[in-house]
Structure formats: structure tokens, C-alpha cells
């Protein structure tokens, strides 16, 4: 491998890295939105939905199924919080960027949702039960 290789590889490296950092700040963003009064219920709801799936610990679509398992954390999360955050008043928008990056200086642990966990369990465990019935 060359030297311009192994550039090209950090530097798509550290360009990941930034995308997963931004993710996980405009999530907390959202977490903050969602509990500020002034929030219309329609992005509130989806800031809800949002913030549950991406603090589950577990995934929808889990990551070992080849190619779907990462569509949640590539294209489906991006979605939901750009649409959350468009539906967003603005001023409401600006004090929760200011939580977030309070609480990203903070270095707090990020909160985990085991009710998304258990809601995702769920879902799996019905799609599961409806598939068996077909077959059967």
C-alpha cells in the first residue's frame, strides 16, 4: 500500500468519525428538545421515536445481517433526526443545542432507553409469531 492509500484511508476514517460524533450530538440535541415545554407535539413525537431507537441498546435491524443491518445507522437515523430538527421551532432548536453541548463538555454518560430495547424485542418477537403462523 502506498502513502497516498493510507491518507485516503484516514481521511475516510476521520470523516466517519466526525459523521458518528455529529450523529450522536444532534441526538442529544433531540433528547433535549423533546423534553422542552414549548415543543409542538409532531416533532416531539418524532424526537421521541428518534432518541428511543438510537439509544436502544439493541437494533431494529441488527448489524450482522449484511448490508440491511447498517441501513438504520446510515440512511433511517439521519432521516428521522433531519426531520425532526426541520419541524423544530427555532428557538426551541437553539436552547437544546446549547443543553447538548453543555452536556457533551460535561462528558456525562449518554442515557440508555432499555423501553426501546424491549419495544424493538417486541416488535422482532411479533414479526417472529406472524411468520410462524404463515408457515404453519
Known amino acids: 500500500p502506498s502513502s497516498t492509500d493510507d491518507a485516503d484511508m484516514k481521511h475516510l476514517l ?3 468519525r466526525g459523521w458518528a460524533r455529529n450523529l450522536k450530538r444532534q441526538t442529544m440535541v433531540l433528547w433535549f428538545c423533546y423534553q422542552h415545554p414549548q415543543t409542538p407535539w409532531l416533532p416531539k413525537w418524532i424526537s421521541v ?3 428511543a431507537y438510537a439509544l436502544s441498546p439493541i437494533d431494529l435491524i ?3 445481517i449484511p448490508v440491511l443491518g447498517y441501513l ?3 440512511i433511517i437515523l439521519p432521516l428521522g433526526i433531519l426531520l425532526a430538527i426541520r419541524l423544530m421551532p427555532a428557538q426551541v432548536l437553539e436552547e437544546c443545542r446549547f443543553k447538548a453541548s453543555e452536556w457533551e463538555k ?5 442515557p440508555a432507553n432499555r423501553i426501546a430495547a424491549v419495544i424493538v424485542v417486541l416488535v422482532w418477537l411479533v414479526a417472529a ?7 404453519l
Open 14 to 16: 476521520d470523516r466517519l
Open 49 to 51: 421515536f428518534v432518541v
Open 62 to 64: 441488527p448489524d450482522f
Open 72 to 74: 438504520d445507522d446510515v
Open 106 to 110: 460535561s462528558h456525562r454518560k449518554r
Open 129 to 135: 409469531g406472524s411468520l410462524a403462523a404463515c408457515l
